[in-house]
């Protein structure tokens, strides 16, 4: 039984951890895009606003330790730059 629980923990842990290390590769996959200068031409201008203001909010949440809220965000964003997550 008390294997059970360790292994359990251990998998909640290591899942968590995942979660947590998957914010920085989507803000760089938003980055790439927003980097792009054929972004503006593409978007309209209240769209990448709010695209922008989403990258930023995920990567505060994600320093703040709130990887929940931050992967939110950052899909949301990626969803209104339509970026396909690959992961």
């Known amino acids: 039984m008390k294997k059970q629980l ?3 923990f251990l ?16 803000m760089a996959e938003i980055d790439a895009v927003l980097e ?5 031409s593409h978007l309209e201008a209240d769209v990448l606003a709010e695209a922008k203001r989403l990258r930023e909010d995920g990567e505060r949440y994600h320093e703040e330790g709130d990887h929940d809220r931050s992967m939110e965000a950052l899909e949301e ?9 690959n992961s």
């Open 77 to 85: 964003a990626m969803k209104l730059l339509a970026i396909e997550d």
């Open 36 to 40: 792009d200068e054929h972004v503006e």
């Open 6 to 8: 360790l292994v359990g």
């Open 11 to 26: 998998v909640m842990l290591f899942a968590g951890a995942s979660w947590a290390h998957s914010c920085p590769r989507l």
